[in-house]
């Protein structure tokens, strides 16, 4: 029962005393010390004591000046911890010096304070965690003691000591920042949020960049240098302007999710000598895995992927708004079940596992047939509708040559070539060649703002020979 009473008794002192509300902060004890638990936020000045108690004031607690309007805060030097959020929304607070005796700052420590401008770091601060600056939007430097052993600044960014790691750009930076020549690695959220920032420098000898790394910046374009090796989940996700990237020959891993909302990405292209990846038409591909990795989100029309690819990796394409038609191959052995939208439509080989991934996912199937007009291969997409297939008219028009004129207010279209002459009207099976009434043997169909006509029955009004070829399956054309 001692036992019990003693084990009991020690906890009891462990836990905080109640809290003391002193000139505009309020005060706890915890153990042998005491620490700052809230504050006034009506205050324009907050002055932290050194004492309280009769105890040292050593900790500002998490989200202690949680929503604060002080526009000054005095810390004594007896402070040697952040905790989480300790400063988190000090909306008004523009510049602030860490106390001498600060050792540790935690996550989000500085949150959200917007008119924040400038930190200076002092020399005792030797632990730093994660995104400590976030949402700060006018912070344009960060500054550390010259005597601080694990870390320093360089052009108003915080990196470790040996300049290895770029930890925090400030988000209210603006221009184009340079990346120290020692940097190894951008860590997470080290430039998160940097929408003023217009380019970025990489150094050769850069390796790594981590999650999160450039998230919503705004620049349109990054060189990455030859000494890239990975790149991390949600990396350079939203960032909303970026158009291409080219991946060096030393990377050997890029997350699928890395470049997740860049809604202006359109290609990824991969350097020639790189032993892990290749690109195809702008789509990330794995050598290793022979499987497609990342579709760019901001890619447009069909997708065809890479004949040979035995894989479609998870997330490929996840994001990938702009792409609803995927024609998958029938080398391809597995697709990931987080693969591919439920809002898109795979082609494939009828028996395929792209046939059955549709049937196990929920996503709308079609039969791929391949178009090959006068021995060239035309990439399209026909469609089957009642019996028949259709192709886009103006794909039509362009590998027969035609002339083509659209009337939008009735849906129709004039098709012409020498001295034939056709029109037809969408939803109707009535159509007019050389001046005669004929009847089509399907009625074009208008889908997603296109129109689909009958494939085989139009170009043999125009003089082609056309052939089924049903073991691949394909439809070959010959002109006259």
């Known amino acids: 029962m001692k036992r019990v009473i003693s ?6 002192l462990l836990l905080p005393t109640p809290s003391v509300f002193a000139q505009g902060v309020i005060y706890a004890v915890r153990g042998d010390a005491a620490f700052v638990q809230g504050c006034d936020t009506s205050l324009s000045v907050l002055s932290v004591d050194a004492y309280y108690a009769g105890k040292r004031v050593s900790v500002i607690g ?126 997470e959220n080290a430039f998160s949020g940097c929408e003023k920032v217009t380019e970025v420098l990489l150094p050769e000898g850069l390796e790594h960049i981590n999650s999160r790394a450039f998230f919503a ?42 470049f997740l909302l860049c809604r202006s990405l359109t290609e990824i292209n991969v350097g020639e000598d790189n032993i892990n990846y290749f690109s195809n038409d702008g789509v990330l591909y ?34 990938a708004l702009y792409v609803q038609d995927i024609v998958i191959p029938a080398t391809v052995s597995y697709i990931s079940p987080f693969a591919i939208d439920a809002s898109q439509k795979i082609y494939g080989v009828v028996g395929s596992a792209a046939h059955f991934a549709a049937q196990d996912y929920g996503i709308e199937f079609e039969m791929y047939v391949e178009m090959i007009v006068d021995s060239s291969h035309i990439d399209c997409l026909p469609r089957l509708q009642g019996g028949a297939l259709t192709l886009p008219v103006r794909t039509l028009a362009e590998f027969l040559e035609l002339e083509l004129d659209y009337e939008p207010q009735t849906n129709t279209v004039k098709l012409q ?42 170009t043999e009004l125009f003089g082609c020979e056309v052939q089924w070829v049903n073991s691949i399956p394909a439809v070959i054309i010959t002109t006259r």
């Open 417 to 458: 070539s020498g001295d034939t002459s056709l029109e037809i009207q969408a939803q109707s099976v009535a159509a007019v060649l050389n001046g005669r009434s004929i009847t089509l043997d399907a009625p074009p169909q208008i889908i997603d703002d296109t129109m689909y006509v009958p494939l085989r029955f139009i």
């Open 62 to 187: 998490a989200n202690a000046f949680l929503g604060a309007n002080a526009k000054e805060l005095i810390l004594p030097d007896t402070i040697e911890v952040f905790e989480n959020g300790a400063l988190y929304g000090m909306g008004a607070l523009e510049r602030l010096t860490t106390p001498a005796s600060l050792r540790e700052i935690g996550k989000l420590a500085f949150g959200a304070c917007l008119s924040l401008q400038s930190v200076w770091l002092t020399a005792g601060v030797e632990k730093i965690e994660g995104n400590v600056f976030a949402l700060c939007a006018n912070l344009s430097e960060i500054g550390v003691d010259a005597n601080n052993r694990f870390f320093t600044s360089y052009e108003g960014c915080l990196y470790t000591k040996d300049y290895s790691t770029l930890i925090a750009c400030p988000a209210g930076k603006t221009g184009i920042v340079n990346v120290h020549k020692g940097a190894k690695t951008i860590a």
């Open 217 to 258: 910046c705004d620049f349109a374009e990054i060189t990455f240098p030859s000494s890239l090796k990975t790149i991390a989940n949600a990396a350079f996700a939203s960032c909303q302007n970026l158009r291409s990237i080219t991946l060096p020959q030393e990377v050997y891993f890029v997350d699928a999710g890395a």
């Open 7 to 12: 084990a009991l008794l020690t906890f009891m």
């Open 286 to 319: 794995s050598k290793p895995q022979n499987s497609l990795t990342l579709c760019p989100p901001g890619k447009r029309g069909a997708v065809y992927v890479a004949e040979g690819v035995t894989a479609v990796g998870d997330y490929a394409f996840t994001g």
